[in-house]
């Protein structure tokens, strides 16, 4: 059964601080990983889909790669803003369908 | 606005009494699931619709129920509610691609349970 750890379960960083958050997998069969942004009391929100033909996407200041021969994937953040302090989450599965979540990074981004 | 819509978004209820979480989606998406949050296990999957009457139990379905009569709502049953069932529910949707690659998962606010 796939299972998603995320390493730092917390972070707290400086405004405009370059940042990599962490997620592996035990399952190398991933079939593609996302990445998911929370804020307390709202759901989920997607902010990059890496299909399982593809090892990287980029929306703005955010990066996402995936190794699946390693079982990893980092979301970097370039230039981190108080914005950004939320959870983010990975998920990832053997199907699209069935999707594992990590626990999630909980990032403070101080001004 | 393109969203997933779940109601209510605070139930307290007692333990045997029924109820239903409603979700609906105005994205024509055919994918459909149900999540629990709990604080330490993070979300887990309870239920998965692929399109309309195709559905299939995920990591943690015993004790819910649910339909897909309709491309748009997805609604979870619970018979016969326990404490243990205390949770945050979340909805959520997307596309799926002719390679059976997901579009971004949309998620509703979600839905805060408490079962006395």
């Known amino acids: 059964k796939q299972e998603v750890t995320q390493i730092p379960a917390a972070l707290s960083v400086p405004e405009g601080e370059n940042l990599v958050l962490n997620c592996s997998f035990t399952d190398s069969a991933i079939y593609n990983l996302q990445w998911f942004r929370q804020d307390p009391g709202k759901g989920l929100t997607s902010l990059l889909l890496?299909?399982?033909?593809?090892r990287e996407q980029t929306s703005g200041r955010l990066n996402a790669s995936l190794d699946k021969s390693s079982g990893r994937s980092t979301l970097y953040i370039a230039a981190s803003q108080p914005g950004d302090s939320a959870t983010y989450l990975c998920?990832?599965?053997?199907?699209?369908?069935?999707?594992?979540f990590g626990e999630g990074t909980q990032l403070t981004v101080n001004p | 606005e393109a969203q997933v819509t779940q109601n209510p978004r605070y139930l307290i209820t007692v333990t045997g009494k029924k109820l239903t979480v409603t979700c609906s989606q105005n994205?024509?998406?055919?994918?459909m699931s149900w999540y629990r949050q709990d604080p330490g296990l993070g979300l887990r999957q309870i239920y998965y619709s692929m399109n309309v009457e195709v559905t299939d139990k995920g990591d943690v379905p015993e004790g819910y129920k649910v339909s897909r009569k309709e491309k748009r709502n997805f609604p979870l049953i619970l018979e016969s509610p326990s404490p243990n069932q205390t949770s945050l529910y979340f909805c959520?949707?997307?596309?799926?691609?002719?390679?059976?690659?997901?579009?971004?998962?949309?998620f509703g606010n979600g839905t805060r349970l408490t079962v006395t």
């Open positions: 994205m024509n998406h055919e994918y």
């Open positions: 959520a949707s997307s596309f799926l691609t002719g390679t059976g690659d997901n579009s971004p998962l949309h």
């Open positions: 890496i299909q399982s033909s593809q």
């Open positions: 998920a990832g599965g053997a199907s699209g369908s069935r999707l594992t």
